[in-house]
Structures are given as structure tokens and as C-alpha cells.
């Protein structure tokens, strides 16, 4: 190692590949070690060796990706330090690696590679002589020295100039200003460049030269310059000095360098912009910590990690979080450009009919446009699947100028779905309203929810993982449901309810004309000139094929015509270039479909093609009168309309109830025989067998009964003998008394009856106000039997009427248990 030209590095040297860092002359740095190279030369070399030259390496950068990091042939650098290692330290968790303490001595550059396993051993050439560092400065360089003495001690003045920007009171900052005298100037750069910050690229390029090494210098001192007449204007700012702190740590500083900077207030290594205007990025993170009352805790929190092994668990935990507070939006919002007349243009062009929501949504903007800090109740969005109340939801995103994130809370039923687990636990994570801030990245959006949170305390929600408070009050939340009965009362007195009604056939129709098809086009690379739906096809999916009350399965089925038609397209392309190929071959032609004439039609037999045969003739209701009874409903949980059945036969006497009944539905049917029971006198039944318990011999039956609404259906297994009109529909709910009392979703409800081709529509007589809400069309279709008690009921249920309504019998008086 010793020569007579003084101090050498061994001339074989084991390599260290490093992906990160870079080693210079005089300078102490950590690599994490486990790939199974680098793993082999710790084990083998550095422990098993007992000589000082053991404990020399070369730490050169391998320039291939570290996940490739195989066992080929690396792609080494050609120059690289020669170092000591210093401290070794295993660690088996969370997978084996060594983490080495090494200082650097001199440059080399490799001559050759003598052997790549099991760690690759170099021939190497030394490059920077050492006896230089024990050299006193004076004498290896001397103003005599002509232009490198003057650029030296150049260098020297603004390394002295550095060090009186940092605080002094820093360890190491103190140990560089006692280093800055007893070393030689020859290896100030490489002692300088290992204080600074710059990129490794640009450290292992300036290879020691101080031609190379004072611009950074100086760069340095200029961001230095401009970081404290930044900090002057905003003296105390704990806020920019936790953020400073936390980008120090992000860009490797090191730690004695980030606690100046929280004394001092320098940051060494940045460029900064003194115009105010064009803010650089992190001072916009700067900002955007301010109001939020979350630094000391980041604060405390960066100063643990920095005493953190990088092997422990909680480092990459708490690293992960504090990126998080980084990343958050604290203060960054969007300005919101709201113009009414725009917005109902808008709405108006994204959505056909509505008008009502619409009316309703205009109201809401231009209130908030009016009052900005508008603590309104949170809109929620109530109907069946498929009607637009998500698409709504993201035109208001636009008419305001917003990020729109929607948040499916469908099927969620832990509440840390939302707020967030407790970092207390393995594999915690942020809810779903913080998460969504972080993608959106600005705390103004609108957020679509299923289900609502409580508008009073938005201004201090707290996610468990965060554990701080984040104001929610800029962000614009409107819920969509499905039905109102699964959202808690309390809640949902907090919101404005708006109703969004499913469609009749002709607003599908021009729904699907307006804006469906256009879309389905566009997604499947198709234009007007290459397929044509007319309005009759059309109106025929939706009768035929879809039993919805909105328009999603219509889309659906618009879609499924389109891939047909392109696959039509597509194949009649392939005959085309067949046929260029081999013009004289018409044999070959033969099979092959021909291109298809443009625009390709769907008419009825190209649907039936496409989709299969009709599937959904709910027609045959219409049919003859029966025994049996069928009621169809919209579904809303279920999208689709329901069917509820049900017979009278022979049988025991009992009620039978099938299918999915909820505590409602059952308590309606037995309500329902309890009537009959104490009605049958008046109403002149008998059963079967001439006894006076009108259910003894029968056994009624009921299936598919999915909703609780449609109680009063179940009244219909009562009669006997008669038959019941198969084309009846009725809704209500009824007393023990027998009086019929109003339900909510008349719309959907008739509606739903309409499309499945029922003639008569029995509704309770307080429901009466809601007729007018129906299209015209459909109230002309429809003849209604306004019912106030179910004597009312029965007669408009059976043709003819039925016996014993008529009269003026008395109401027995039952006990009621309610
Ligand atoms: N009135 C309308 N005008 C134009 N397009 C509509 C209209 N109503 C619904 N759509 C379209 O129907 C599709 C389904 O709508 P959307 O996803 O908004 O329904 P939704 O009510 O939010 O359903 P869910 O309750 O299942 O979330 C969308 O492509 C939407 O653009």
C-alpha cells in the first residue's frame, strides 16, 4: 500500500455497485447494501477480512436500474473513490442488508475487471495522490502558483463566505470552518462538493477540479442570498421552516446541514426565483402549510426520523406520512369561475329534461355565487340507478371550474374506509375524502358521495391516519342515493333532497338520440356515417330489451350495437385488402363477407341479430282476468323493475310469504289476513268449504316481494271466487282500520307500472297531488282509482266491483299493536 511516492490504494480493488450517492475524497457517507454482490463483498471482504487494507473498497456508481440488477455483467462508471469502511451493520428486516459507514480516500479509474463473482474485483489506477491531505495547505499551493493559485484561493474565499451564511453553533458547520484552514486548497472541492448539494451526476463529473467546482460553489451562495431575503419577509415562519426542513431531508442533506437551516434559516443547494409572481413549486408547499396547525407535530415527527435507522419499520411509516402533510392540499385551491347564464347552457347541453333538478342546481350556484362562504345544506341526490345524478354531479364540477372526484362509499361498512385507520396499525392508511384531496390536489372540489358526512364539522374533519384536522369547509360535497330510507334522519335533515324521477319511454328515446348514441359512437371509434339507430329501433330496445327507470341499461345494450357494427366494419376492411392483394382470384373472394354498405341500419331484425330474442314482454298482464295476481314496481336498490305474485288455492289456511321480505312486508300481510278475518261478514266471504274463516282452505302465496312499498298489492290473495283484474296496480298503505294512507315515489312508481302495460292504477287519495308530476302521456294511458279506504280499493281491484263495499257497513274496531 506504502510506495516510495508515498501513501497508494491497493491496485485490485473489490467494488462496491452503488445506485445512490456518490463517495468523494474526504467525505463519510451510508449505503444501504443488499443486492447479492455488493451482500458477498460485506460478508466475504470487509467481515472476514483482519488487515487495514481489507477494509479498503471502491464504491463505484453502477449506471444500470436497480430493479434489473441481476446477475449480468453491471454497467459500471469508469471512475470511482477508494474508501474505508468504517462501521458495518446487519440488519434481517425487513430483508437482509448491510448498512456500511464509509469514508472516501482518492479517485481511481478501473483498468480492468479481473472477476465479476461473487463481487466484482477491478484492476484500478489511482488517481488523486493522498499524501496531499496530510499536506499543509500553503505548501501545495502558493499564490506563485500563477491562475490555479488564484482560482484556489478564489474558492477558499467563497467556501469562508458560505460558512458565514450557516449558524456556527452547528457541529458540523464548525468542524468545516476549522477544516477550511488545516487542509490543503487541492482538496477543498471535494470536501466542499460533499457539503452541498447538487446532483450526483454533476459530482462525479467535476472529478476534484476547482474549475469545475466554484460555480457550484457560488450557486450555492446565491440560493443561500435569496433564501434569507425570502425568510426576511416572513420572520418566524415555523410553517416554511418545517417545510424547508422536510425538502432538506427529501433532497439528502445532511442532518447537521438541516438543523442549521431550522436555526439559521439557510438551505443550502437551491436555486431560488425572487419573483413573486412565478412562485417556485415548493414554496407553493410552503403556502400551502399555512393555516393548518399541523408543524409542530411534522416538526417532532422529521426530527425522530432523522435519528431513525433507515432499517426500522416506523422509518418508512412516518416517511410516508409526513409525505402525505406534504402533499395535501392545505391552502391550494381552485378559483372557482361560476357564470349562471354558462352553467344552465351547460346543464342544458349535458342533460335532456330534469328540468326540475336542473331549476333546483341553477338556484344553488347562483346563491353561492352571491354568497361565497355559503354554509348551505349539502345537496343529495335521490333516485333510481342510471338517471344522471352522478352526471349532474360532475356538470356542476365543470360550471364551476372544479376537479371533480366522485367517492363510491358503495358497500363500505367500516367507518376507517373514510376516516382512515389509526397509524397505530400495520398497513394504515389515510380514509377516502383524504385520499381524494391528495389526487384532486387542490381542497375546492366537488365530491360525489353515496352517503353524506355531517356538514356542521367540515370545517374540522379529521382522518384517524392523519390525526390533525383538515378544513373541509371549500369542498363542494353532493350526495347521491338511491332511496332516502337507508340515510340515517338526523342526516338527512342536514341535506336538501332533490328527487331525480326515472324517464318515460319518449325522454329515453331522445335521451339516447342526444347524447347516448353520440357517446357509444365515440368510445367505439364509429361516426354517423358508419352506423344509423333510427328512433322505432330505439324505442324498441328500451320496451324490449331494458326494464329500467333510467338509462343505463340502454346505454349498455347501445354499446353492445356498436361493437357489433365494428366488428362488421373492421372484417369488411380485411375483405377489401384481401381483394387488393388477389384482384384475379375470385375464388379466394368468395368466403369472405363483402364490405358493408354505409351506414350500416339497425333495424328490427339486425337488433334481434345483435341482442338475442325480445326478452322482456311484460305485456301479458294485459291478459284475461285470473286467480292469481301480479304486481310490478321499479326496484330501486335493484335497478330494475320488480315483480311481486301471488295465488289463492286449496291449502291449509295459512299465509305463506316467499322471498326476500323485509319485518315491513311481512307485518302488511299478516296485517292484511287480520282484516279480512275481521271483515269477512261484512263482506259476505266464505271459504271454500262454506266455513266462516275465509283463509281456511286456502293458502295464499306471495313471491319476489323485494320492496316495502307495495303493501297494499298483497290485499289482492283475499278474494275468492272472483276473479282480479290482471291489469290492476295499486300502492298505499293501509290501517288496521282499513284506511289507506300516502306513500312517497308515486312517479316511479306509475311509471314503472306503465312500462309493464298495466291499464288501472289504484293510489291512496292523499297521493292524489302527485299525478301532476306525471308526463302527460302516461296520465292518459292510465286510468287512476284515487282510493280513501279499502272498500275503495276492492271495488276498483275486481271488475264489477265487489260485494258488500257498496253498503254502509260499520268499521269493526280492531286493536291495533302499533
Ligand atoms: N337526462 C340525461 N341526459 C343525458 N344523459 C343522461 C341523462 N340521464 C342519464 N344520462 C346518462 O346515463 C348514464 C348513467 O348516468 P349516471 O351514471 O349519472 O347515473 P346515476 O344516477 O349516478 O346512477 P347510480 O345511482 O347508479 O350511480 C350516463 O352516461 C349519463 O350521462
Same mark, same amino acid.
Given at each position: 500500500m506504502a510506495s516510495g511516492d508515498g501513501i497508494q490504494i491497493p491496485s485490485r480493488l473489490p467494488l462496491l455497485l452503488t445506485h445512490e450517492g456518490v463517495l468523494l475524497p474526504g467525505s463519510t457517507v451510508r449505503f444501504s447494501v443488499d443486492s447479492p454482490r455488493n451482500m458477498q463483498l460485506v460478508s466475504q471482504r470487509l467481515l472476514k477480512g483482519t488487515s487495514l487494507k481489507s477494509t479498503i473498497i471502491g464504491v463505484i456508481p453502477n449506471t444500470r436500474d436497480p430493479e434489473q440488477d441481476t446477475d449480468d455483467l453491471p454497467s459500471l462508471h469508469k471512475i470511482g473513490t477508494a474508501g474505508i469502511a468504517v462501521q458495518v451493520v446487519g440488519s434481517n428486516w425487513p430483508k437482509p442488508h448491510y448498512t456500511l459507514l464509509i469514508t472516501g480516500l482518492c479517485r481511481f479509474s478501473v483498468t480492468s475487471l479481473l472477476k465479476e463473482r461473487p463481487f466484482v474485483l477491478a484492476e484500478v489506477e489511482q488517481l488523486d495522490k493522498l499524501e496531499q491531505y496530510m499536506t499543509p !495547505?500553503?505548501?501545495?499551493?502558493? !499564490?506563485?502558483?500563477?491562475?490555479?493559485? =488564484?482560482?484556489?484561493? =478564489?474558492?477558499?474565499?467563497?467556501?469562508?463566505?458560505?460558512? &458565514?451564511? %450557516?449558524?456556527?453553533?452547528v457541529p458540523v458547520v464548525a468542524k468545516f470552518r476549522r477544516l477550511l484552514d488545516s487542509l490543503p486548497r487541492e482538496t477543498l472541492p471535494d470536501v466542499v462538493a460533499s457539503m452541498i448539494r447538487t446532483s450526483n451526476k454533476e459530482k462525479l463529473q467535476f472529478g476534484g477540479a476547482i474549475q469545475k467546482a466554484l460555480p457550484m460553489l457560488t450557486r450555492q451562495i446565491e440560493g443561500l442570498k435569496l433564501l434569507q431575503k425570502t425568510r426576511k419577509k416572513s420572520p418566524d415562519n415555523e410553517k416554511t421552516q418545517y417545510l424547508y426542513l422536510y425538502l432538506c431531508s427529501r433532497l439528502c442533506v445532511s442532518s447537521e446541514q438541516v438543523l442549521s437551516v431550522r436555526k &439559521?434559516?439557510?438551505f443550502p443547494g437551491r436555486q431560488f426565483n425572487l419573483d413573486e409572481e412565478d412562485e417556485d413549486e415548493d414554496g407553493d408547499d410552503t403556502a400551502a402549510l399555512e393555516g393548518s396547525s399541523t408543524e409542530p407535530k411534522c416538526?417532532?415527527?422529521?426530527?425522530?426520523?432523522?435519528?431513525?435507522?433507515?432499517?426500522m419499520p416506523e422509518f418508512a411509516l412516518t416517511r410516508n406520512y409526513l409525505d402525505l402533510m406534504v402533499e395535501l392540499p392545505w391552502s391550494k385551491s381552485t378559483k372557482d369561475c361560476l357564470d349562471i347564464r354558462a352553467a344552465r347552457t351547460l346543464l342544458d347541453n349535458d342533460h335532456y329534461a330534469m328540468d326540475k333538478l336542473k331549476r333546483r342546481v341553477l338556484e344553488y350556484l347562483a346563491v353561492r355565487q352571491l354568497k361565497t362562504l355559503l354554509k348551505g345544506p349539502i345537496l343529495c341526490f335521490v333516485g333510481p340507478p342510471g338517471v344522471g345524478k352522478t352526471s349532474v354531479g360532475r356538470s356542476i364540477a365543470r360550471t364551476l371550474g372544479r376537479e371533480f372526484h366522485r367517492i363510491a362509499l358503495g358497500g363500505v361498512c367500516d367507518q376507517s374506509d373514510i376516516r382512515g385507520h389509526r397509524r397505530t396499525y400495520v398497513g394504515s392508511m389515510p380514509g377516502r375524502i383524504i385520499n381524494g384531496l391528495k389526487t384532486v390536489a387542490v381542497n375546492n372540489p366537488v365530491f360525489l358521495l353515496d352517503e353524506v358526512l355531517d356538514p356542521e364539522q367540515n370545517h374540522s374533519f379529521t382522518d384517524h391516519y392523519l390525526n390533525v384536522a383538515f378544513d373541509l369547509s371549500q369542498v363542494l360535497f353532493i350526495a347521491t342515493a338511491n332511496t332516502t330510507a337507508t340515510i340515517p334522519p338526523a342526516l338527512l335533515d342536514r341535506m336538501e333532497v332533490l328527487q331525480v324521477p326515472g324517464y318515460t319511454q319518449e325522454e329515453k328515446v331522445e335521451i339516447a338520440h342526444r347524447h347516448l348514441i353520440q357517446n357509444q359512437l365515440e368510445q367505439h371509434g364509429l361516426t354517423p356515417q358508419? %352506423?344509423?339507430?333510427?328512433?322505432?329501433?330505439?324505442?324498441n330496445i328500451i320496451s324490449s330489451y331494458t326494464r329500467e327507470a333510467g338509462v343505463r341499461s340502454l346505454?349498455?345494450?347501445? &354499446?353492445?350495437?356498436?361493437? !357489433?357494427v365494428a366488428v362488421k366494419i373492421a372484417e369488411g376492411h380485411t375483405v377489401t385488402k384481401t381483394e387488393a392483394l388477389s384482384p384475379e382470384n375470385p375464388a379466394q373472394r368468395g368466403d369472405k363477407a363483402t364490405p358493408p354498405e354505409m351506414p350500416i341500419m339497425i333495424?328490427?331484425? !339486425?337488433?334481434?341479430?345483435?341482442?338475442?330474442? %325480445?326478452?322482456?314482454r311484460w305485456r301479458c298482464l294485459s291478459g284475461s282476468p285470473c286467480p292469481a295476481w301480479l304486481s310490478v314496481w321499479p326496484g330501486r336498490r335493484w335497478g330494475g323493475d320488480l315483480v311481486c305474485g301471488g295465488q289463492s288455492d286449496g291449502g291449509e289456511g295459512q299465509l305463506t310469504l316467499t322471498g326476500q321480505l323485509g319485518d315491513v312486508m311481512k307485518e302488511s300481510a299478516h296485517l292484511a289476513i287480520s282484516w279480512l278475518r275481521a271483515n269477512a261478514k261484512t263482506?259476505?266471504?266464505?271459504?271454500?268449504? &262454506?266455513g266462516p274463516d275465509p283463509m281456511e282452505g286456502r293458502t295464499s302465496t306471495s313471491t319476489s316481494l323485494l320492496e316495502p312499498s307495495p303493501r297494499m298489492a298483497l290485499l289482492q290473495v283475499l278474494p275468492y271466487g272472483r276473479l282480479v283484474r290482471s291489469d290492476v296496480a295499486m300502492t298505499g298503505e293501509i290501517t288496521l282500520r282499513g284506511l289507506v294512507l300516502p306513500v312517497g315515489g308515486i312517479k316511479d312508481k306509475v311509471l314503472a307500472a306503465h312500462r309493464a302495460g298495466v291499464k288501472r292504477v289504484i293510489l291512496p287519495k292523499r297521493n292524489e297531488k302527485d299525478l301532476v308530476e306525471l308526463p302527460a302521456n302516461v296520465r292518459a294511458d292510465l286510468d287512476f282509482v284515487i282510493a280513501a279506504n279499502l272498500d275503495d280499493v276492492l271495488n276498483g281491484a275486481f271488475d264489477g266491483g265487489f260485494p258488500g263495499t257498496a253498503g254502509t257497513h260499520t268499521q269493526p274496531q280492531l286493536s291495533s299493536k302499533l
Open positions: !495547505a500553503s505548501e501545495v499551493v502558493t !499564490a506563485e502558483d500563477g491562475e490555479l493559485g =488564484k482560482l484556489s484561493h =478564489k474558492f477558499y474565499q467563497a467556501a469562508v463566505q458560505l460558512l &458565514g451564511m %450557516l449558524d456556527m453553533s &439559521g434559516g439557510v416538526l417532532k415527527l422529521h426530527l425522530k426520523l432523522k435519528k431513525m435507522p433507515q432499517s358508419q %352506423l344509423h339507430i333510427p328512433q322505432d329501433t330505439t324505442q346505454e349498455r345494450k347501445l &354499446g353492445a350495437i356498436c361493437r !357489433a333495424d328490427h331484425v !339486425a337488433l334481434k341479430d345483435i341482442l338475442g330474442p %325480445l326478452c322482456l263482506y259476505q266471504l266464505t271459504n271454500m268449504v &262454506g
